[in-house]
């Protein structure tokens, strides 16, 4: 199995931040990369497929970039409604996986 | 705007069989990959297979065949049964539409949380 290792599994950061979040694959999943953001209670959401590609309705202070067995999430200008758990996942090779989650709080 | 929801039993015993039905609205399920991913409490997502309007599908092999995935087109409905459950298999199941060749995952029904006990 692919194994997707994101770091760091929390984060602290202020309103008006910019954040980064990495995920590396074991192996190379080319662009098979989607990020999701998940809140309490509720399912996951798009946020980028294809490593770099914005979902649609997607705010544009999300982006997404990398290729192979590294890729990165940066949220620039955090606003109140981002913090939540953000997940990579890997759609390349069967059994797709998930990355274990980054938990992103309030500082 | 298609839209997913989960139905099914909440409360399953343990050696039973786990049923779950998602129906689909706003979409045709001949079309796209159809998901089931699920997510045990405080932990991460495990993706468990995924069914293509052909017929065809494919399983987490963690689930060593114990996960069968079918398809309803007349009702527009996909469905999950997990045999011989554990209270490992204790989770919120989400079924989701895989939406093209990028392997995205782009609408997810709510969840629907699963007690093996």
Not at chain 1, 22 to 50: F, H
Not at chain 1, 57 to 72: A, H, K, L, N
Not at chain 2, 34 to 62: C, D, F, M, T, V
Request: net charge positive; charged share 15%.
């Amino acid at each position: 199995d692919i194994q997707m290792t994101q770091s760091p599994s929390s984060l602290s950061a202020s309103v008006g931040d910019r954040v980064t979040i990495t995920c590396r694959a074991s192996q190379t999943v080319i662009s098979y990369l989607s990020w999701y953001q998940q809140k309490p209670g509720k399912a996951p959401n798009l946020l980028i497929y294809a490593a770099s590609s914005l979902q649609t309705g997607v705010p544009s202070r999300f982006s997404g970039s990398g290729s192979g067995t590294e890729f990165t999430l940066t949220i620039t200008s955090l606003q109140p409604e981002d913090f939540a758990t953000y997940y990579c996942h890997q759609s390349y090779r069967i059994p797709y996986t998930f990355g274990q989650g980054t938990k992103l709080e309030i500082k | 705007q298609v839209q997913l929801q989960e139905s099914g039993p909440g409360l399953v015993k343990p050696s039973e069989t786990l049923s779950l039905t998602c129906t689909v609205s706003g979409a045709s399920i001949n079309s796209s990959f159809w998901s089931w991913i699920r997510q045990s409490p405080g932990k991460g997502l495990e993706w468990i297979g995924y069914i293509y309007y052909s017929g065809s599908a494919n399983y987490n092999p963690s689930l060593q065949s114990r996960a069968t995935i079918s398809a309803d087109t007349s009702k527009n409905q996909f469905s999950l049964r997990l045999t011989s459950v554990t209270a490992a298999d204790t989770a919120v199941y989400y079924c989701a539409r895989r939406r093209d060749g990028t392997g995205r995952l782009d609408y997810w029904g709510q969840g629907a949380l699963v007690t093996v006990s």
